[in-house]
């Protein structure tokens, strides 16, 4: 028996087709998953770690679109709670490497699954950044946000903004050998 | 602008050249969407107060006047509305069209600052996004308030209790304190939720207000418009598994649950043990090992591509799936238990189809009696076809290189690929073409010492901006590390997003882990030699 010849509930079959907000998270994700996942890899430096922020931000953030008074501002939202997601899993990773005879799960995974981007210097040298000075000269100077939106991002003000890439600048300078002319 | 600022742009560039999703990253970033929705429908407040019955509330709100016991569901085109807000002065109100959508998928929205011309719930022109009064919100003053009503499970069946959900009676109340902690948010708004179930129907409100720290006369006022929300007695419920297109047949012993989350796919959860719960977590939890769960779930993430079968479907020793999480909702099945899993569509309807047994190790005639079961499956076609994704399609037109001597060419190397097009790979041997969106037949090929270039077409891509110019200047650098593409089998490659002659191409190379310093040079003349003329 073919299934188009079963007599069903012609109302409820009616009601199946996808709706708008499904293909409009489809077009959201389209739109901004590449950019998430490189910025991610950007505050992360390990491109699986990546991923899974990106997906728990997407997850978030479409879990959560009826709540977004202004959709237009997707990539905002997108961009703040993967910041916000990285910090909490480098607050995680230092937990866990804080407490005796744990093993640091995710330095076994970075292991098995390869940094790809071991030789970058500079990436690793922004990896080694405390992740709020990362957050802001990635969100600076890699995103190109102005100073006003950095603040916004990190929810809090100019002046801090400007007072952690001062230190995260310096920090990479030392880092970097010297190499930066001003 | 400094040294390291300019080195971290460029860092960013050759990080926008290199990382990309996995291609199952979509997959599962809208499943665990999905489970998310599931979750968050189940928040919210969990303190149980009664609040007296006021069927008063009901009367002279409903079209239909006061509901009488609980009947059969309004028939489509009925012009009476299960949820409403009965009218009062300096309030607004709008409901869901009866016409236009199912009575389960009713919502009632109030206000005391007028809707904009054009927001009304769902069915009207701007149901967009998620049905949602969003142009109201944005616009409440300071001592505006809004409310949101709807129902959070659509079903026909008998609703399992919902733990944080508790029996409610009308009128409500507000409960939980308004706060702004919701993420997404602007934080000039407070909210609170209240969520119950309220005449059969499990129901959700939610309380916006125009401030951060709304004062007691306006949770007063709120709580008074809330007060005034009418809901219509459930319609009768049935144990027949039918609904959403979707039928099954269950033995006498076995116990069934059809529905739908707000309006999501619909999950049918069916087996030996009752249904106690909305996340079928008891049922799991309690299969003895003679006992089986099936849970059968539309998924349209469509960008995943599930396998066309025609009915009756059935499980396979080989769909057993130690590893899978029901629905992606974390937990793997107990170790003494076996889970399978299939994904198929059936006329385009795709679905994600668990079957955990209480044993590791479930016979044949375990196996069979589930099969059984399913035999009895019957699947609608959807009403209209679902939506695909959009497809850039690039005039097809011919590209040319200059061919190193000992390589291969081929044009169209990927003929039954959807766009973007594979329009033609060179490899140093005389590879296989075919692939299912890449030159996979070739990748599974290379040889150690070998390479691969492949050009895949774009139309108007999206990030055009990333395309850059091919220069002459154009260098293979191996510091940069290859990835795994979408398309590409298992084999990392390089790629490089090129405009040439106003159009685009990802230009990909694989590289056999020998390949020696002549042959990626090789590759490199090839890949700057590329000529593509206008189309026109």
């Known amino acids: 028996m073919r299934s188009d010849d079963i007599p069903l509930s012609p109302m409820r079959a009616a009601e199946v087709p996808m709706t708008r907000r499904k293909r409009r998270a489809a077009d959201l994700y389209r739109q901004h998953a590449a950019h998430a996942v490189q910025l991610a890899y950007l505050l992360t430096g390990d491109r699986y770690r990546a991923e899974d922020l990106v997906q728990d931000a997407f997850v978030r953030l479409l879990g959560r679109f009826h709540d977004l008074r202004k959709p237009e501002s997707f990539p905002f939202y997108l961009r703040r709670t993967i910041v916000n997601l990285s910090r909490d899993h480098f607050r995680r990773l230092q937990r866990e490497r804080s407490l005796p005879n744990m093993p640091t799960q995710s330095a076994e995974i970075d292991h098995q699954m390869g940094r790809i981007d071991d030789r970058d210097e500079l990436l690793q040298a922004l990896q080694d950044l405390p992740p709020r000075q990362r957050a802001a000269v990635v969100l600076r100077f890699c995103e190109g946000l102005t100073e006003h939106e950095t603040a916004e991002v990190l929810e809090t003000s100019t002046g801090a903004v400007n007072s952690l890439v001062s230190r995260g600048l310096g920090t990479l300078r030392e880092r970097m050998g010297g190499v930066e002319r001003d | ?536």
């Open chain 2, 1 to 536: 602008v400094t040294d390291l600022e300019r080195n971290l742009l460029e860092l960013r560039a050759r990080i926008s050249r290199s990382v990309t999703p996995s291609p199952e990253l979509a997959d599962r970033v809208f499943r665990r969407a999905r489970v998310r929705r599931v979750l968050t429908a189940l928040s919210g407040l969990v303190v149980a107060v009664a609040v007296g019955a006021a069927s008063f509330a009901l009367a002279g709100v409903l079209d239909a006047g006061t509901p009488g016991p609980a009947g059969p569901r309004p028939e489509e085109g009925s012009t009476s509305s299960s949820l409403n807000f009965e009218p009062a002065l300096g309030w607004h109100v709008r409901t869901t069209d009866p016409g236009k959508v199912g009575d389960l998928e009713a919502q009632a929205w109030a206000s005391n600052v007028p809707f904009p011309p054009g927001e009304e719930p769902i069915g009207g022109p701007t149901d967009y996004p998620a049905n949602v009064p969003d142009k109201t919100e944005e616009a409440l003053p300071p001592d505006g308030i809004l409310l949101v009503a709807n129902f959070v499970v659509q079903t026909r069946n008998p609703l399992p209790s919902v733990p944080n959900a508790p029996e409610r009676t009308l009128p409500l109340a507000i409960e939980e304190e308004p706060h702004t902690s919701f993420e997404g948010q602007d934080p000039d708004r407070a909210q609170t939720v209240l969520d119950g179930i309220v005449e059969g129907r499990y129901l959700s409100v939610r309380v916006v207000f125009g401030t951060s720290e709304p004062g007691a006369d306006l949770i007063g006022e709120a709580e008074e418009e809330l007060g005034r929300l009418a809901v219509a007695p459930a319609p009768a419920t049935t144990e027949a598994i039918d609904d959403f297109g979707i039928r099954m047949d269950l033995p006498e012993a076995w116990h069934g649950f059809l529905f739908s989350w707000g309006g999501s796919e619909p999950i049918l959860q069916a087996g030996t043990k009752p249904v106690t719960d909305l996340y079928h977590a008891s049922a799991r939890r309690d299969l003895d090992t003679d006992d089986v769960l099936i849970l059968l779930a539309e998924n349209y993430t469509y960008l995943a591509d599930y396998e066309p079968i025609a009915l009756p479907v059935a499980i396979r020793t080989e769909d057993l799936c130690p590893t899978c999480e029901i629905l992606d909702d974390g937990t793997s099945p107990h170790v003494d238990h076996a889970l399978f899993y299939r994904s198929f569509s059936v006329d385009r309807r795709p679905f994600d189809l668990y079957v955990e047994f209480g044993t590791a190790e479930p016979g044949d005639d375990q196996l069979a009696r589930v099969n059984e079961v399913l035999a009895t499956l019957r699947i609608a076609p959807p009403d209209a076809p679902p939506p695909e994704m959009p497809l850039e399609v690039a005039p097809r037109a011919p590209i040319s290189v200059d061919v190193p001597a000992g390589w291969v060419g081929k044009d169209d190397p990927v003929p039954s690929s959807r766009p973007p097009r594979v329009v033609a790979a060179y490899g140093t041997w005389d590879f296989d073409t075919g692939g299912d969106c890449g030159p996979e037949r070739a990748l599974q090929d290379l040889p150690a010492d070998g390479a691969l270039v492949w050009f895949v077409e774009h139309a108007d891509p999206d990030n055009a901006g990333d395309y850059i110019e091919l220069m002459p200047q154009f260098s293979i650098d191996l510091q940069t590390p290859p990835a795994r593409w979408r398309c590409a089998s298992e084999a990392p490659s390089r790629m490089y997003p090129f405009r040439v002659g106003g159009r685009y191409f990802d230009v990909h190379l694989a590289l056999g882990l020998e390949a020696t310093d002549a042959t990626v040079r090789e590759a490199e003349e090839l890949i700057k030699s590329l000529r593509a003329p206008s189309p026109d």
